[in-house]
Nanobody
Framework: LRQLVESGGGSVQDGGSMRLSCAAS???????????MGWFRQAPGKEREGVAA???????SYADPVKGRFTVSRDNAKNTLYLQMNSLKPEDTAMYYC?????????????????WGKGTLVTISS
């Protein structure tokens, strides 16, 4: 059974930092390394939006609101995806989801994904 499980969410104050993790299980190391991995978020009352993505070759893509503040990375040896979030703002408050799809091409932050985690809640207080 292939699963994506997010962790690291919680509450921090405006300007703080947080790191999210997404552990992928059920994938071999080879198959995981071929995945396009992404982070999405959904704030209350809003549609889900793409935040960041990382391709199988390590290249990255970010949504404008998070550029310069968020960093996506992956550790293929651990089948784990990360999202380092700095200079957090109240408008970053949302449920954050990890997602994946197989792709050999550049992975954009808004690309459709085929596998999803259940999410981790991030709350930024002012």
């Amino acid at each position: 059974l292939r699963q994506l499980v997010e962790s690291g969410g919680g509450s921090v104050q405006d300007g703080g930092s947080m790191r999210l993790s997404c552990a992928a299980s059920g994938y071999t190391g080879y198959t995981y390394s071929k995945l396009c991995m992404g982070w999405f978020r959904q704030a209350p009352g809003k549609e889900r939006e793409g935040v960041a993505a990382i391709s199988s070759d390590g290249s990255t893509s970010y949504a404008d609101p998070v550029k310069g503040r968020f960093t996506v990375s992956r550790d293929n040896a651990k089948n784990t995806l990360y999202l380092q979030m700095n200079s957090l703002k109240p408008e970053d408050t949302a449920m954050y989801y990890c997602a994946a799809r197989y792709s050999n091409s550049f992975c954009r932050y808004y690309d459709a994904m085929s596998a999803w985690g259940k999410g981790t809640l991030v709350t930024i207080s002012s």
